[in-house]
């Protein structure tokens, strides 16, 4: 079987069509955690939309915003997992093994 640069080519284009997909979902989840007193509201691509700090402490507002952010990871990772599933044959596309 000849080697086809075009066709890996195409898997490519197809990859990087997904990532942007995945990236337009991302932005369109809202994440909203609300802890000791603070709230904080992120999209799923990790963008800040919105802090309520309610005079709370440094450490408080610290908290929140990772525990949004560790959320926003979870919602990342599964989108991510979902999308290379459907890729599949990648690493043997790349020469992986």
Same mark, same amino acid.
């Given at each position: 079987? #000849?080697?086809?640069?075009?066709?890996?080519?195409?898997?490519?284009?197809?990859? &990087?069509?997904? =990532?942007?997909?995945?990236? &337009?979902?991302?932005?369109?989840? *809202?994440?909203?955690?609300?802890?000791? %007193?603070?709230?904080?509201? /992120?999209?799923? $691509?990790?963008?800040?939309?919105?802090?309520?700090?309610?005079?709370?402490? $440094?450490? $408080? /507002?610290?908290? #929140?915003?990772?525990?949004?952010?560790?959320?926003?990871?979870? *919602? =990342? =990772?599964?989108?991510?997992?979902?999308?290379?599933? %459907?890729?599949?044959?990648? #690493? %043997?596309?790349?020469?992986?093994?």
């Amino acid at each position: 079987m #000849a080697f086809n640069p075009f066709g890996q080519l195409g898997e490519l284009k197809k990859m &990087r069509d997904q =990532a942007m997909t995945m990236q &337009r979902e991302l932005q369109s989840e *809202i994440v909203e955690v609300s802890k000791r %007193g603070v709230y904080v509201k /992120i999209s799923g $691509d990790q963008k800040l939309l919105e802090l309520k700090s309610n005079g709370k402490s $440094d450490e $408080d /507002i610290r908290e #929140a915003v990772n525990e949004a952010v560790k959320k926003s990871q979870e *919602i =990342a =990772a599964k989108k991510m997992q979902s999308m290379m599933g %459907g890729v599949g044959g990648l #690493a %043997g596309m790349l020469g992986g093994k």
